[in-house]
């Protein structure tokens, strides 16, 4: 079975400043897909990067990129120039073309002014 | 804007009564849905994955008979928490595949 492990429950980043989150999973399929969500206090998923695990460049959206490494199995988000408005719990999940997910445990992200 | 709908946002029931839920696909047809319940503070776990015009694949450990769910149309799955109880209070959130799940906003069950 798959797992994602988010080894980091809490995080805080200075406004402005760049944040790494963490994230491993095991897996022994070939074709997946990796992705970083954002969970606000509305509790509306929000999708912030995607990652196919075929493709070797890393992912980028704007200010949040992602580390890639698929030998060691690990996906990282960085999110540079850390806003007020990216205080939330991020969850990192894994899916196939089956189309469920697993979903690590979060971290929740804390941004000081 | 948004493209999976749930509905009610918020629902307060008594115990032992059923309540339905009901995830909505806004954009296209939807074959496969899937159901996942989230505790306060807490990850996402699925509870069953919808299908249309079939029996719905529930994960370990899920009551089927507790959570039934019907996804009759092609743009519409429904799940309803049956003979509620306490314990059933939880967010419930629905999704559908595409270019990352795209998740409906939730549905808050308080039973009380």
Known sequence: AQTVTQSQPEMSVQ???TVTLSCTYDT???DYYLFWYKQPPSRQMILVIRQEAYKQQNATENRFSVNFQKAAKSFSLKISDSQLGDAAMYFCAYNTNAG???FGDGTTLTVKP | GAVVSQHPSWVICKSGTSVKIECRSLDFQATTMFWYRQFPKQSLMLMATSNEGSKATYEQG???DKF???HASLTLSTLTVTSAHPEDS????????GRGQF???GTRLTVL
């Open chain 1, 15 to 17: 406004e402005a400043e």
């Open chain 1, 28 to 30: 022994s399929e070939s």
């Open chain 1, 100 to 102: 469920k997910s697993t």
């Open chain 2, 62 to 64: 899920v009551e089927k």
């Open chain 2, 68 to 70: 039934l769910i019907n």
């Open chain 2, 90 to 97: 939880s967010f419930y959130i629905c999704s559908k595949s």
């Open chain 2, 103 to 105: 998740f409906g906003p």
